[in-house]
């Protein structure tokens, strides 16, 4: 029995709220079990330096911790005037994550930046904002239809991610945080909705793990992906 | 008629939600019509170097805004790597306030910080997050009193603070965002529960204003503060 | 008896000197008693970017101390490789007081910077750097009308500040450092020549105070600044 | 035929040369074909903060890159003032596969930074240096084990890491960087000596890729690393 | 005729004023003609960590520049959030120019900064900086005897520095900021009071120059040092 | 006898490698004994702002330290967040000096980076890496002028630089770090290759020199920068 005593291959409750951002073009708050993350998705109508004048688009990300989302209070990453490395790590792979399924010349010149911040943490937060992000994207991506600053939603896949692990030798899904502390090996996987690998990141945490382990990881990220994007479409349609 | 549509003394609803952060000692999510700030109350067993032995504790405050909790995105302080003159402003500020209503002889050397991030703006965002403040505070030392680490509630008052300002030559309670944008004046209000002026900051920010004016603004943020002391006496008996 | 051994509404010994620095276009080095902060104003023939093809003009401020201005020495604030909160605080305050009587549309695209470097401290550092920076800029304005890139003063009104303090329950005027530090609240009133109140900032350091209390404050700081407009006015004749 | 001209499961010419660096306990040059990483093992006897008192050692590794080892010049990371989040990641992931392979316990309360810097870059930096390291720090426990500070080597398998990519279509082992620019997605494996996998990094930059793909990849890097493996044992028994 | 009018080997008035700084154990302000800069020596009773126990003391510097003290308004450091390469180049040779006479075992283990801002700048400032703070920490010292906190003064001899360049092929003392602009080669001598060189630092700024010239501008500081020497020696016995 | 064995007037074995760096358009890597300087010459078509539209040139230097070129490792400029305050003067040194023999005017338009960096220290780096440096600009003016950008080589002379000092009373040439560390006395001459001075910087580290001290310096200088002169001339026409 896992510590979370959910099955090997349960998801924790998943809830997604679109358009909770008063002020954002688009916005989805994320609960997977207790972690949740805020994400929005803003609308600037131009691009970075190195991509003017080549009629693409952009998609970024930034990440934040609130600093009493985890059980100690974290440092403000403000207040100490640099993110962390662990900070840019992730707001590196979400925005690779999310530009992955969007054609960005079909943008034209425009940037949506994507933030997620975290308001509590329970392990998995990296992955909740991916899936979260990409409701927030959807629907900023209608808003730009709608006002005709686009001719169609650029957005040409699904995107979702969950973390998996190995405990006492045991492949689960979905770890929260007392899991993953204590986790043999822990993989965060980025799939996309007709299928494919987007990302896949596995760190042995103790020993190596083995091809077999992996792959058993890998189809158990599968099988919680399926239900991130059903909840996602749920999201989008509401 | 003043553009919230409001009575020249009418506060905006006000909604507080103590114990909402599921990992700190004290927390509160404060609603004052759109905008939303969450404080939280984190203790820790020691003080900071300059009242090292002196038997006395410390409570200070951060303030921060989620990017988008604006109309137009801001930039991310962590991400430029300084907090602006505002954020630091604000952050003493709330600070001072709750440290006027505090024993710290009766903390003994624990440090308290206060931590007022905006979800969503709408004006008036210093004074939301004192008020909301009391409340985590209040509800962080009720915790350390619960767990013996301190014998009695060391809060000697209450403290709420409102802004008021002067519309069209009248003053008026408690301004959004477009009467903020659109007033001649602005003065923020912190009083304490038994009647007294713990802090005022009053700016000019078209014609200076007369005496008259500004005892004017006084007598509303009392009238305005009644109303703020008697939610956090609700919301602390729940 | 308050320490400077000062009656309650007496000012310490008021010295003006405008022109002091050799490369500005406006100078003045004020002393209020032992207190002495040099203003300088610096202008520039362009306008921050947020004010562009405005055809208004910009005037704010920089605030420094100098390491050894205080009792004890304090870190070079560029060593240390940031201003502190107080700092901006301090010379976001001074540039507001300053904006509140130009007329800005009179300027034309300009941009007047007001650096007020404090040579030695005892209490009330930003009043007198206001009070002095009021002067400096006067003198920058001729310099421009002299010069003929402006046809008028843009100057509308005088402005100058003064602090008061509850000293043993007793209102006093302008708190030197020791009387600062023993003061039960602290109020700093930056006031216009015509009368109006353009800032107030009043803190109850140690009990809240009442509002006759703070009415008794500003009826001093009335007196005060008074003598300071005399002192401006003699100093802009010389 | 890939744009090398190398054979799809062709590694570039592998030099190892270890003790190249006069002063440090440790160190090996790495070239894969033109890229060149040196890496210095240093070693201090005390652990960072967190570790103190736990009787364990630590590994750490920070990463960087002439400011012309790359095509056009790079910014200097010390003049811009800060590592970027590129920079962090690598030289996080660095850290992370040597600890896989130590018996903290054995090393005892010492602290190992590995120095990997970039000399010349032409694609598999992260790779070579993981790789080079390894030896480098392996050169740095014989020496402590000499020294008489450990009573036996703390490492307890090798580490190498390599990275494969999807070139029209075709999976390639050791990417250049003319074959990095143009693959459709790039993996990096660190793997262990006994064949455990340690970390995996496989990111889509054109379309996602499939499961099967990505077993290819494995399997490219497994037999790249078997040679990987050899020329660390070669260079550590010079 | 150079630009001043001076005579080659003529300085400029030289005034040097100890004891201005109200609070400072020792200080002295230095003009140089037009060329002003506040000195301030401070003591602390503790030295920086590299010499704990060792039972010697420590003499530092740290040079400024008020933002107007120069023709055009120059950023303030603290804003920019860095000193730049010339100010810490300046600093680091006040330091070593005055470690250089000071018996430092004879200090014990306390620490004197020497802070020197430039109020105006018209050339030679790092030379004047030199100059005063010897008088300013001469003061300090005798501060320090007078306590008892050190048997005796532990200057050994005086130091004093001065600037020369080439003007038109010719040799001249003490450089303007004009003649600087104008001069094919800048030279600052930092010489001891028993006539040894402490630190030389010569730069062609056009042609390079011969032994003979830089043996003229040797000679040159020479004569100029011992008007120095004359007018440090009356001030500390004022 | 010195500590290095070596004749008062020997330098340590010189080694001069042109074009070693792979991507650069000049590069050298120089060998002083131990102390080995990677220095590239980058190309860029275009002048920082404040030389645009003046038909000039630029020639700049940055310097660096691998973290473990020295004996005990040093901290990493770029992850400490900034360069030392010896890094910025260093490379503020190598840029003037060799501008000091290029023709800005026939450069036109461009600029060039000297990337110094100090693969192993042992004294005398900064004179190497200004020795190196000439060498990796010649060949960069060489494939601007092969590549037509400029119509010829706008190098006016020859430039390198020596380290001399004062041992145990004896002028010695050519100082390594032990013999630093233990000299009296440490100058530096940048020298002109027909024969004049282009930079002095001469710091005593104990007791004050004197002038025929320093001559004695001067003239040892001389005769090692022949030798490097001659070196220079042979590696840029290999």
């Known amino acids: 029995m896992r510590p979370s005593g959910r099955a090997a291959d349960a998801l924790r409750s998943i809830v997604l709220e679109p358009g909770v951002a008063r002020h954002a073009e688009g916005s989805c708050r994320i609960r997977m079990g207790v972690t949740e993350v805020l994400c929005t998705a803003s609308v600037e109508p131009r691009v970075p330096p ?37 900070t840019q790590e992730i707001q590196r792979l979400i925005g690779r994550a999310l530009r992955a399924v969007v054609d960005r010349k079909a943008m034209g010149e425009m940037a949506i930046t994507l933030d997620c911040d975290v308001i509590t943490a329970d392990g998995g937060t990296r992955c909740a904002a991916i899936t979260g992000a990409w409701v927030a994207l959807h629907q900023a991506f209608e808003h730009c239809v709608l006002k005709n600053t686009i001719r169609r ?4 896949d699904q995107v979702a991610a969950i973390s998996c692990g190995i405990w006492k030798g045991e492949p689960v899904l979905d770890l929260d945080y007392a899991e993953d502390s204590a986790a043999g090996a822990d993989a965060n996987f980025v799939l996309a909705g007709k299928g494919g690998i987007i990302e896949v990141q596995g760190t042995a945490e103790g020993a190596p793990f083995s091809d077999e382990q992996f792959l058993r990881l890998l189809a158990l990220a599968r099988q919680g992906t399926e239900q991130l994007f059903a909840a996602q479409r749920k999201a989008i349609h509401r």
């Open 50 to 86: 190195f991509l003017r004048n080549k009629g693409e688009g952009w998609v970024t990300a930034e990440y934040g911790m609130l600093p009493r989302a985890t059980h100690s209070r974290g440092e403000r990453e403000a207040a100490r005037g640099k993110q962390s490395g662990r």
């Open 153 to 156: 939603n650029p957005l040409q």
